[in-house]
């Protein structure tokens, strides 16, 4: 079965330092990736996603990613983060778009000022 | 873009209740819906995938009797806990896949916080 490990549970950055947030997953087949937000009190967010092609991925607000197969890794990056980034990350997997997602555990990142 | 529309987005109730859940597709017709749950500081879990006029398929360790999924048209899916205790306040939540574009990702509910007394 497919599992999704995100490594880190608690982030907290500085405004302006790089992020970087690390997801695995286990599955040996195709797979499209996700990274969503969920801000305080609000919905899931589609960061960005990867199906096919270019490993790097570019996102809303300055998000990217980049998919390494061999690693089986999606990590999720932004070069400058601000305070309206503090939010809930959650890295998702599904093998084909007719099936669920499956969402590794999430990361909390507190931006302060 | 597509809005799928849960309604209501926060419940309250005394133990022993059904309460119901509608997830809606405003703007497009969904084939999938899917109904995931989510306890406090921990990640969202895929309870059943429903699929319009026919039964659900229930995950693992999910009572089908205790959480009816109803998926009656293109546009609307209800769950319904029945009998609800404490233990089964949580975030649940749907997301929808887009009739025509189901290469596209889900689009998600704003979510529905239901919480037993």
């Known amino acids: 079965a497919q599992s999704v490990s995100q490594h880190n549970h608690h982030v907290i950055l500085s405004e302006a330092a790089s992020l970087e947030l690390g997801c695995n997953y286990s599955?040996?087949?195709?797979?499209?990736l996700f990274w969503y937000v969920q801000y305080p009190g609000q919905h899931l967010q589609l960061l960005l996603k990867?199906?096919?092609?270019?490993?790097l991925v570019k996102g809303i607000k300055g998000f990217e990613a980049e998919f390494i197969k061999s690693k089986f890794s999606f990590n999720l990056r932004k070069p400058s983060v601000q305070w309206s980034d503090t939010a809930e990350y959650f890295c998702?997997?599904?093998?084909?778009?007719?099936?669920?997602?499956?969402f590794g555990k999430g990361t909390s990142l507190l931006v302060t000022p | 873009g597509a809005v799928v529309s849960q309604h209501p987005s926060r419940v309250i109730c005394k133990s022993g209740t059904s309460v119901k859940i509608e997830c809606r597709s405003l703007?497009?017709?969904?084939?999938?819906m899917f109904w995931y749950r989510q306890f406090p500081k921990q990640s969202l879990m895929l309870m059943a995938t429903?699929?319009?006029?026919?039964?659900?398929?229930?995950e693992q360790g999910v009572e089908k009797d205790k959480f009816l999924i109803n998926h009656a048209s293109l546009t609307l899916s209800t769950l319904t806990v029945t009998s609800a205790h404490p233990e089964d306040s949580s975030f649940y939540i749907c997301s929808a896949r887009e009739r025509g574009r189901e290469d596209q990702p889900q689009h998600f509910g704003d979510g529905t916080r239901l919480s037993i007394l």
């Open positions: 703007d497009f017709q969904a084939t999938t």
């Open positions: 429903s699929n319009e006029g026919s039964k659900a398929t229930y």
């Open positions: 990867y199906f096919s092609g270019d490993p």
């Open positions: 998702a997997v599904n093998e084909d778009s007719g099936y669920a997602l499956n």
């Open positions: 599955y040996g087949g195709t797979v499209n």
